[in-house]
């Protein structure tokens, strides 16, 4: 598996993650939890070293889950976790310094170990200065509780204060084909600074593998069935960008999910996308990705053909977009 560095942290990582989220939060029906107790440490076998879980998460049982199937790959792997929500009032907003602190010592029991690899702030809270957030992590670090700060879904302001009090090592932000947002100024101010981002969703939810259409049932309780984007009539208005990815990938003799994710790769050499899933040929397909190589004119293909595309719906309803880049 090949590596990547997460900006000038030092902090490197298989150059592509694991998700873990929708082992135990947001897309029902759950799987078994021994079935994936298996698939993860299946996936250090395979060569990945970055999971990524969080507090909320279940809430707490996806932590748990990685707590007991990494322990005994505990040197192989890097773990990444997030604080910031109030876990009995979502999607309420907690990044006060002593919930960060109560946080990150529970965390660390569940997660069964002595430092967390990467700790995020799950969403920038405007309430509490992200100054006072980056100097309790940094506190954190200097205590060997916490290794390296992290931040998801924040704005280049918010970015550059926090990185002058505590130095930034990622970025977690939705960024994938359909969802283009940190391109204009987000990915300039992680170069300039030095910080790796680190995508979520890359394969659009799903959506971009091209196992979905606009007839695709989704369950009562999945996370999806809530997103503008999941529709029927934006699913169905979306397919062209899953017929670019097909033809890119009849070509490659790939699939339309490894393009994506290999396009993601080639943006710049300091992402790290972590796909979810919870089937393990679904988790050896994404890591084939890693070894399929686009060249300019293929990226300049789906680029020239992207672009034609307006992609429709919104990635969340109004209360959860209002927590995005602050």
């Known amino acids: 598996m090949q590596k990547r560095q997460l900006g000038n942290s030092g902090l490197e990582v298989s150059a592509i993650g694991l998700g873990c989220m929708g082992m135990s939060h947001g897309y029902k029906p759950f799987p078994d939890k021994q079935e994936m107790v298996s698939l993860l440490r299946s996936a250090v076998d395979l060569g990945l070293t970055f999971f ?9 049982i996806n932590e748990e889950l990685l707590g007991e199937a990494l322990a005994p790959v505990r040197n192989r792997v890097v773990i990444a976790t997030k604080f910031g929500f109030q876990v009995d009032a979502m999607p309420g907003l907690d990044s006060r310094p002593e919930h960060i602190r109560a946080v990150v010592e529970a965390s660390l029991k569940r997660l069964r170990i002595e430092a967390i690899d990467l700790l995020y702030q799950h969403r920038v809270d405007p309430n509490v200065p992200i100054e006072d957030v980056a100097g309790t992590v940094k506190d954190l670090i200097q205590q060997g509780k916490v290794k390296h700060f992290g931040l998801s879904e924040a704005d280049a302001a918010t970015i550059r204060r926090a990185h002058a009090v505590q130095p930034v090592a990622a970025l977690q932000s939705e960024y994938s084909l359909w969802t283009r947002d940190v391109e204009p100024e987000i990915l300039p101010t992680l170069q300039e600074l030095g910080i790796g981002l680190v995508p979520f969703s890359p394969l659009g939810r799903g959506y971009l593998t091209g196992k979905m259409d606009e007839s695709t049932p989704i369950e009562a309780g999945d996370f999806r069935a809530t997103l503008p984007r999941f529709t029927p009539e934006a699913r169905k208005a979306n397919v062209a960008l899953v017929d670019l990815l097909k033809s890119v990938a ?3 003799g790939a699939t339309p ?7 993601l790769l080639a943006q710049k050499p300091w992402i790290v996308p972590i796909p979810g899933t919870t089937k393990l040929h679904r ?3 994404n890591i084939g990705a890693v070894s399929i190589e686009l060249s300019a004119a293929e990226l300049q293909q789906i680029e020239t053909a992207a672009a034609a595309i307006t992609v429709q719906g919104g990635r969340y309803p109004e209360q959860l977009q209002r927590l995005v880049s602050r």
């Open 257 to 263: 999910a490894q393009i994506a994710l290999a396009w």
């Open 283 to 285: 988790l050896e397909e």
């Open 52 to 60: 990524d879980t969080a507090e909320v998460y279940g809430p707490f």
């Open 250 to 252: 009849a070509a490659k």
